[in-house]
């Protein structure tokens, strides 16, 4: 079955500590994949993506990403938060090269940084 | 323009009642979809249209939820006979169109409860 995994379901740093967030996804295909982004009280966005190419990619507000296909992960880094950074974050797949876009999202990481 | 706006923002009713959610896409996106954010379960998807296509009515979880588009733009998200476990965020996104690496935007969502 299509799934993805993050591992930490509630994060706690202080401005400035490293960050890195968990995903994992299991998926019968070629994927796209995704983080988005919901900041307390607005709508979920877009923070990177990766499609092809170099695995390293890079989003807004100093995020990146890593695209291991050996290990089917997809981690988020940041290597200094910011209070600001205080949000929900959601990793998703699809089907590479399909006619939907149809996403399959992970259950969603709670970031909290305190100032 | 404007982003996805949907309606209402929050809706309370009782357990067997019908409810009607609406979404509008951004003008000009051919893809709609339908997503749910339920407590502790994450984003699940519940169906998408594209253009004048069959929707994709995969995601649905029992026949009480259907959707439809009219006019290839706004849709309705019904739910007859609302049963408690109904209770959650619906959220809507629209993409230029269904190709998988189209972003998707989302909607700020309604959040219904289920008495």
């Known amino acids: 079955a299509q799934s993805v995994s993050q591992h930490n379901h509630h994060v706690i740093l202080s401005e400035a500590a490293s960050l890195e967030l968990g995903c994992n996804y299991s998926?019968?295909?070629?994927?796209?994949l995704f983080w988005y982004v919901q900041y307390p009280g607005q709508h979920l966005q877009l923070l990177l993506k990766?499609?092809?190419?170099?695995?390293l990619v890079k989003g807004i507000k100093g995020f990146e990403a890593e695209f291991i296909k050996s290990k089917f992960s997809f981690n988020l880094r940041k290597p200094s938060v910011q209070w600001s950074d205080t949000a929900e974050y959601f990793c998703?797949?699809?089907?590479?090269?399909?006619?939907?876009?149809?996403?399959?999202f992970g259950q969603g990481t709670t970031l909290q940084v305190k100032p | 323009g404007a982003g996805v706006s949907q309606s209402p923002s929050n809706k309370v009713t009782e357990k067997g009642k019908d409810v009607e959610l609406r979404c509008d896409p951004i003008?000009?996106?051919?893809?709609l979809y339908w997503y749910r954010q339920s407590l502790g379960q994450g984003l699940e998807f519940l169906i998408y249209?594209?253009?004048?296509?069959?929707?994709?009515k995969s995601g649905l979880p029992s026949d009480r939820f259907s959707a439809e588009r009219t006019g290839g733009s706004v849709s309705t998200l019904t739910i007859q006979r609302t049963q408690q476990e109904d209770s959650a965020v619906y959220l809507c996104?629209?993409?230029?169109?269904?190709?998988?690496?189209?972003?998707?935007?989302f909607g700020p969502g309604t959040r219904l409860t289920v008495l």
């Open positions: 996104a629209s993409s230029l169109t269904a190709a998988s690496y189209n972003e998707q935007f």
């Open positions: 998926y019968g295909g070629t994927v796209n």
């Open positions: 990766y499609f092809s190419g170099d695995p």
């Open positions: 998703a797949v699809n089907a590479r090269g399909g006619n939907t876009g149809k996403l399959i």
């Open positions: 003008s000009g996106h051919t893809a």
């Open positions: 249209f594209q253009g004048n296509s069959a929707p994709d």
